[in-house]
């Protein structure tokens, strides 16, 4: 609304209304928390909706009013308010107070009283009051200046005119009305006989009750059934009538001492309710508040907003903003191309200081010849700040914009703060369970239009929010262990990641056309083979025409069903049913050969960079729940190794001539981190480094001699290793095995009496889950398991399961983020050209070197990540070297560093 709003709330009202919306609502200790929940979803709700300049909750106090002294049974059939609601009222007012909003009540004052006075103390300063409440008392309020917003929002607004059409009367002979009629809910008698129809012809024709009083007789000739008995109990019940008006007349001239305080500001009190929503697991709303949408408290920020947007026109301009920047020492920055028809590049970019100034510029506007300065000048001019580290750098996705500032050969350093990496993890240190990005999206924006008023919206936007984000949340990284883990690990590792993702990976195009060509030669052949035995042509790819055939035309056993409940065709469906039939075995070669083809060659032959004849992945730091990087576009951390053509595909990974490819591989990693979290000495000793944890595993599993091991046995060794680190069941263990689960059952007891203090260590985690609903991890990483306390068992389990899960995958995941973080600034500094980190896979790094510096290289990696965290049990690297990452070869170091 554009006019001066104030909103008055009344409480009592809303009490009910929430509490009987939100009935079944309570927090984990059992407490109800329903009314809270909806008295926040109103404040919002109505601040979104009106974008008023206050709203003050009114509520009345236990003590009794002028009314109960006119008439004892006023309110008197009212039941006594629910103890959940009673428990709910004092914590409601704190949080209100917290969130800024004035609370009026007064000891011996009905709150209509209150309502009724504020609303014609605001009227007079001309502000346009609402209130919220459906209380048919509050429409005498009703004029030009005052309107009632029912509580059902999708009704609409009460004012002068609507009245009318329902009421058939004036909001001013709304108490007129009630004293004849009564009102049930606040105990009012009215007069009896007269219903609704009747007292609006009365006061249509005499305007208030007194005005019908004083015309008693002429009423005879109104046209009503029955008006002689009407009148006759008019008259037999006018102390009745009266007293029932003055029960229902609002007093407007009430003596409020401390109106003045409640226009006044009082800013939310942010920390409060983050801890009031925590204890309440209000998740939504601390996500809100984080994201900055939460209304009822961005309402006064508005107030506070001193922004200043600068376009950076001449070198004049520019000249300032470097002033500001190195007196400041730390700025945001937001940088955006977009294309515009497919025609014109646009430049644009923003920064962000913190005296709330923002310096913007935007390439290729519509009068581009009148400008005096471009972008090249702008960004050689800001050449040296941008790459140097002393100037700290604020943004969101800052990747974005080392990869932009490449293309002008600039290197960006000093990323200091991404908010992106701050909200995950804020993420994964409290109960959220979603993360949505909060602020303007930063990928390549396309315009199909040129609207330059939007584009600088946006720019501008983009670096101001940035800014805000960091100092509102800079207290919470300034924690001890949160410093660390992000000033030590998260934001460094973005700087390693940029470099990366910039390095590439070389790649033979031509050994992958090849490859494609060969495939579709053999999928071909594999298609007609499956015509020939079926008899007739279909879809292989489609699930629906393969299900007639198995199940129709051959009447082959249902093995398995999809959550959908139709017959399933899966992998594991189709190698069973090999064993009766060759169709389903060639159905699945041909699945898994059309899926290499379409995933990886496909789609690594049009990712190959022209200019540099290499691919860029992008990897992500907020994409998984346990802290693992990924990978995308391309995802090379999935590239198959398993099948002989996934073989092939790792053949096209090359390296320049004089360089070689080398990966190091953390040997056992998570084994090692779980004997270091129980400290089992019986694991601790099967993983020293002359033993093989698999081979040592099976002895006890199996119960046999070295000598007696096959390769089998070390096998499912191997996957229980692996598997009853995160929690699996002996039904579990029986799928996978493709055992009986008597059988599993009695692997995992026998894997437990040897490794009796990892089960110890497994148990204890689940008790401090649920005790604290969080885990701490070596590095001092808080993750969250919300539903570690379900009644859900299907949930409960799944999060058991994470407990164990996250605890070893983001332990793993930071011991190799230091690797990396320590390995690429030797290199900066040692061996700027004879080494780079390409590719991270996993529990894997890979890099390119120098052919000539390969050994003191290969002692060097190995040092540092050997040793960049210390574990009870000693981390192991196992290296390989080679031309291609396919053949790579066993590199085995005879002295350390």
């Known amino acids: 609304m554009d006019k001066k709003t104030i909103i ?61 002294k006119l008439y004892t049974q006023y309110k008197n059939n009212r039941p006594p308010i629910p103890e959940n609601l009673k428990k709910q009222i004092q914590p409601l007012q704190e949080i209100i107070r917290a969130l800024g909003i004035p609370i009026v009540s007064i000891n011996n004052i009905e709150a209509d009283d209150i309502i009724g006075t504020l609303s014609k103390q605001f009227s007079k300063k001309k502000y346009y009051v609402l209130i919220y409440s459906a209380d048919k008392d509050l429409i005498q309020l009703i004029n030009k200046q005052v309107s009632i917003i029912p509580g059902n929002f999708k009704k609409e607004i009460l004012n002068k005119n609507n009245v009318y059409k329902k009421y058939g009367i004036s909001p001013t002979s709304i108490a007129d009305f009630l004293s004849l009629v009564g009102d049930s809910s606040d105990n009012i008698p009215g007069v009896p006989g007269i219903g609704k129809k009747t007292a609006m012809i009365l006061l249509k024709h005499f305007v208030s009750i007194k005005d019908i009083y004083n015309n008693i007789e002429k009423i005879y000739d109104l046209p009503i059934k029955n008006i002689k008995n009407i009148t006759n109990k008019l008259k037999e019940n006018k102390k009745i009538a009266f007293l029932s008006y003055h029960l229902t007349k609002i007093n407007k001239n009430i003596l409020i001492d401390n109106f003045i305080t409640t226009i006044k500001y009082y800013p939310a009190n942010i920390p409060l309710l983050l801890q009031k929503f925590k204890y309440y697991q209000f998740n939504q709303y601390i996500e ?95 050449k040296s700040i941008l790459e140097d580290e ?78 805000k984000i960091y100092l509102k949340t800079k207290d919470y990284f300034s924690i001890k262990d949160k410093k660390k883990i992000f000033y030590s690990i998260d934001m460094p590792l973005l700087q390693v990641l940029s470099t990366m993702e910039n390095n590439g990976v070389l790649k033979k195009k031509k050994i992958l056309k090849k490859q494609k060509k060969k495939t579709i030669k053999t999928l071909n052949k594999l298609k007609k083979k499956i015509y020939y035995i079926t008899q007739e042509k279909f879809n292989i790819k489609s699930n629906k025409q393969i299900q007639y055939i198995l199940f129709k035309k051959y009447n082959f056993p249902h093995i398995q069903k999809t959550k959908s409940g139709n017959i399933s065709t899966n992998e594991k469906v189709l190698l069973e049913l090999s064993k009766i039939h060759k169709l389903p075995k060639i159905i699945l070669q041909y699945r898994i050969l059309s899926k290499l083809k379409n995933t990886y060659l496909t789609k ?32 090379l951390q999935n590239i198959p190794i398993k099948t002989k053509l996934g073989r092939k595909i790792r053949i096209a990974f090359i390296v320049k001539k004089k360089w070689l490819l080398l990966t190091a591989d953390y040997s056992q990693i998570e084994l090692r981190i779980m004997a270091h979290y129980s400290q089992d000495k019986k694991m601790i000793q099967d993983l020293s480094f002359d033993q093989d944890i698999h081979l040592e595993t099976a002895k006890h599993i199996f119960k046999i001699k070295s000598e007696q091991i ?86 409960k389990n799944y999060a058991k399961r994470f407990c164990i899960n996250s605890i070893i995958q983001n332990t793993a995941s930071d011991i ?82």
């Open 390 to 467: 002393k100037y700290r750098k604020i943004g969101t996705n800052l990747k974005n914009i080392f990869h932009l500032l490449k293309k002008f050969n600039i290197t960006l350093n000093g990323m200091y703060f991404d908010t992106s990496i701050a909200c995950y993890n804020y993420k994964l240190s409290n109960t959220y369970k979603n993360y949505q990005k909060y602020l303007i999206n930063t990928h390549p924006i396309k315009y199909t239009s040129y609207n330059l008023e939007k584009l600088i919206h946006n720019i501008t936007q983009e670096s101001l929010m940035s800014l």
């Open 8 to 68: 008055l709330i009344d409480g009592h009202y809303c009490l009910y209304q929430t509490h009987f919306s939100f009935l079944k609502l309570k927090n984990n200790n059992g407490e109800p928390t329903g009314v809270v929940y909806g008295y926040i979803k109103i404040f919002n709700k109505l601040t979104k909706i009106f974008n008023p300049k206050k709203i003050i909750t009114i509520f009345d106090t236990p003590t009794q009013n002028f009314r109960h």
């Open 288 to 382: 809100n508040i984080y994201n900055n949408q939460f209304p009822i408290i961005n309402m006064y920020k508005k107030k506070k907003n001193h922004n200043k947007c600068i376009e950076i026109i001449n070198l004049n301009v520019l000249s300032e903003l470097i002033k500001q920047i190195i007196k400041k020492k730390i700025f945001s920055i937001a940088m955006f191309t977009a294309t515009v028809n497919k025609k014109n590049n646009i430049f644009s970019m923003s920064i962000s200081t913190k005296n709330h100034t923002t310096w913007w510029y935007v390439s290729n506007q519509k009068k581009s010849n009148t400008k005096s300065i471009n972008k090249i000048i702008i960004l050689n001019t800001i």
């Open 604 to 635: 690594l032959i049009q990712l190959i960079n022209k200019k540099t004849n290499k691919i860029h992945t992008t990897y992500h730091q907020t994409s998984t729940s346990t802290g693992r990087l990924s990978s995308r576009n391309p995802n």
């Open 710 to 795: 096959k390769s089998y046995h070390r096998n499912i060794a191997k996957v229980i290793n692996f598997s009853i680190l995160y929690g699996i069941s002996p039904f579990g263990l029986s799928q996978q095995l493709n055992i009986s689960i008597l059988e599993a059952s009695e692997y995992i007891k026998n894997y437990f009496l040897t490794y009796r203090k990892i089960k110890k260590y497994i148990k204890y985690i689940y008790h401090i889950a649920k005790k604290n609903k969080y885990i701490t991890t070596l590095f001092g990483r808080n993750i969250y398991i919300p539903d570690i306390n379900s009644t859900n068992k299907t949930v």
């Open 816 to 897: 190799i983020k230091t690797s990396m973080i320590k390995l690429h600034t030797i290199f900066k500094k040692n061996f700027r050209n004879d080494a780079k980190i390409i590719m991270h896979i996993h529990d894997e790094l890979i890099f390119e070197i120098k052919e000539e510096k390969k050994k003191p290289l290969i002692h060097l990696i190995k040092h540092y990540m050997e040793n960049s965290t210390k574990l009870i049990t000693p981390l192991y690297i196992s290296i390989k070297i080679g031309k291609n990452w396919k053949e790579l070869k066993s590199y085995t170091l005879n002295t350390s560093i």
